[in-house]
């Protein structure tokens, strides 16, 4: 018997967001199946693995749909299983990997690669495969094959189709397989060689400005592109107050829109570049705090849909180096849940129920696969939360292959004690 799908899990909270009201009780997972919860199970002569959840939270498992791997091709800075072991320590139970690898994940058989790879990671990985062949912006890929492989959505993440005539065939052949589309929205000829956001910061550090017009025109375009050809998108990364308002705008009108804005977008504003601190250089840029209240508000008023981390990691010589020269982007599958908590739910006292079904349902429905629930019956994805430790990020204790994360030196609140992915106990904090 496995004693890492033998778990039991003592008088923990448990998050249950289609009831409304928690239960305060104890979980038996026996070979990974949730197979009783109820108060006072009593372990003994089950050989089961002990985990005391008291005056912890137990939600099912997190779901981040925008990560990026690097496997195949950058192996360097992350891989399938490095990541996924990032994914856990951030209780974090499925990923939805990005198709900017090298090769491209555009054809079926990539997408089954990284589904095979999946099998024998801490946590499930399900590919998004590209709109358009290596990224380039000009044939469309084989969706439907695609889709029919196992991608969940599709996108060119990185990259921004700049031919509106391209896009809007894409969204009107993604129609017929009824995928989303997640968008990165950049203008590139407002980006340009920009640094960092266009604004007081920009200009008093002398770093080259993106203006938030970059974002907000391309997401124009496509919600006009949408309301015509009536596809499924999915705005990633939000980061501008216009980018809110047109999302909000554009739902009232009924065009089949949803979005998710990343932890640092939430967490941070401009005024921390002055450390010129590198991993503060992502894309888009981390905004003004009219942006960031913007993107806080959002939430509270149930525009946007989901948080996710955009995971990118990158080689310390790819950061230690001039904010020029730099490479764009943070890591943050570990910190996905305790950054996000620290802004909405501590600070802002959005509901508990409200946040988790940002990192859960909501995102699950977007991509179109079953959440998981802890009910009788499951296979077990479960993470176990401690909300009041809080602790400082600490580089050493980074398990990603990657250290690029923009949370060093900021304290967050709320800890993952452990995570259950299908069925097995994949992480467990060490000092307990
Ligand atoms: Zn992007
Ligand atoms: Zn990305």
Redesign the pocket.
Known sequence: MDKNKNILIKSGRIINLNKGKDDYSDILIIDGVITEINKEINGAGKNVTEIDAKGCIVSPGFVDM?V?LREPGFEDEETIETGTMAAVKGGVTTVAC?ANTKPVIDNQSLVKYILEKSRSASCRVLPVAAMTVGLEGKSITEMGLLSEAGAVGFSD??MCVRDSRIMYEIMRYSNQFDVPLIL?EEDYFISGSGLVNEGYYSTMLGLEGISSLSEDLIIERDITLAKKSGAKIHV??LSTRGAVEMIERAKNEGVRITCDVTPHHLFFNDSYLTSFNTNFKVKPPIRSEEDRLALVEGIKKGVIDAIVS?H?PHLDIEKNTTFRLASFGTIGLETLFSAAFTRLCVEEKLDLHKFISLITTSPSKIIGINASEIKVGEVANITVLDTEKEEEVKKENIVSKSKNSVFIGHKLRGKVICTISRGSLVYRLNNL
């Open positions: 925008h990026h990005m993440d990185g990165h990633t990364h955009d990118a």
